[in-house]
């Protein structure tokens, strides 16, 4: 199969790039290395990709339709579109932006498709578009209306504008609405790389509401067998979630953390940002039926790997 992954030097993009390579698959990663967080993290991400023969690294922005075009020119069995601003508190003050790249650029991506005949399309959506909700466990046929905060706003943006064009121009979509995806190569505005930093640097970490809030915490290897299989299996126009079903206390989380660390974390306690959900939890039983996805790596263990990895390529300054 032939794939375009847009986002490829991202944590999950280099992820999924390297394991349709290791399955035989050839990738063309789209990127546009911008500085969201250190663009040299996301080189270090893709430094072993590009050696790879059946891969192709094009740098550039979703938000460029004749970049897209060009892209797509070369012709794809599937795009996984990955490519985003993906931080919740930084859309706060940054909506323009979120609408430019995660709207308009997926609307970009799916002209692009169109144009060049490529039939299937599969969206890195996110468990945030589930808002203000006290339903458990999120649903995909739960309602919507309510987003947190623009960068929500803006994947619910995307995940409709997936559904005109399937409906127009009869391309498969399906959105995976990802649960808080960690591990090797995890991001340096997320928690758990954060959580990391801060005992490593000995700086204080903000603990929201005391750790009584809970995330579905994911691991980014079962994160990428679902999307492997979404790429695999073209499904119409699908909304799906990825996530463990198992939340997680935030106060447990950190604990986790310092154990493997071997030294407490210095907490603060300031209270949640509206952006936040007190808790996300996925009913994965739409895909355990459709992708048969079966996550296996306990918080525990994914932990465990991205610590070794942070200790291997952050604390050592490698
Ligand atoms: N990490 C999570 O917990 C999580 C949860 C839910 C959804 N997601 C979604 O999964 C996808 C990947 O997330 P991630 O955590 O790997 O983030 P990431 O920031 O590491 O990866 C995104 C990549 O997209 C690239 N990119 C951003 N804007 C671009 C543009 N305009 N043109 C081309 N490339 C651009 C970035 O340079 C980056 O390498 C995103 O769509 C994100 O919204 C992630």
């Known amino acids: 199969m032939r794939v375009l ?14 394991t349709l390579l290791s399955r035989g698959d050839a990738v063309v990663g789209l990127d546009d290395f911008n500085a969201y967080y250190d663009p040299a993290v996301k080189r ?41 601003m993906a931080g919740v508190r930084y859309s706060i003050e940054h909506a323009p932006l979120y609408v430019d790249v995660n709207v308009r650029g997926t609307v970009n991506v799916l002209d692009a498709a169109r ?53 127009l121009f009869g391309l498969s979509f399906t959105a995976l609405r990802f649960f808080s995806v960690y591990g090797p190569r995890g991001r340096p505005d997320m928690m758990p ?36 299989t979404a790429l695999d299996r073209p499904l119409g126009y699908q909304c799906i979630n990825l996530g463990r079903g198992e939340p997680v206390r935030m106060a ?30 996925a009913d994965i039983s739409k895909a355990r039926e459709l992708l048969g996805y079966s996550p296996t790596t306990s918080v525990e263990e ?12 952050v604390g050592s300054g490698a």
């Open 252 to 281: 447990d989380f950190v604990e986790k953390i310092e154990a493997l660390v071997g030294r407490p974390a210095h907490i603060t306690t300031p209270s949640a940002p509206a952006s936040e959900p007190r808790v996300t939890f």
């Open 115 to 167: 144009a060049t005949g490529i039939g299937h399309i599969v969206l890195a959506s996110t468990s945030s578009v589930y808002g203000a909700t006290d339903r458990m466990p999120f649903r995909e046929d739960d309602p919507l209306g309510r987003p947190l905060a623009p960068y929500p706003a803006s994947k619910i943006g995307a995940e409709l504008m997936g559904h005109a064009y399937h409906n």
């Open 44 to 84: 270090a991400n893709v430094a072993t990709l590009v050696r790879h023969r059946q891969f192709t690294l094009r740098e550039g922005d979703v938000r460029d339709s004749e970049t897209l075009l060009d892209v797509c020119s070369g012709g794809f069995d599937a795009i996984a579109h990955l490519a985003a």
């Open 302 to 313: 994914g932990l465990c790997l991205q610590w070794h990895w942070y200790q291997k390529h």
């Open 193 to 228: 790389y954060k959580v990391m930093d801060c005992i490593y640097q000995d700086i204080p970490f903000p603990l929201y509401e005391g750790g009584e809030m809970f995330r579905d915490w994911t691991y980014v290897a079962d994160i990428v067998a679902g999307i492997v």
């Open 5 to 18: 992954v847009t986002g490829a030097a991202g944590f999950i993009g280099s992820h999924l790039a390297e």
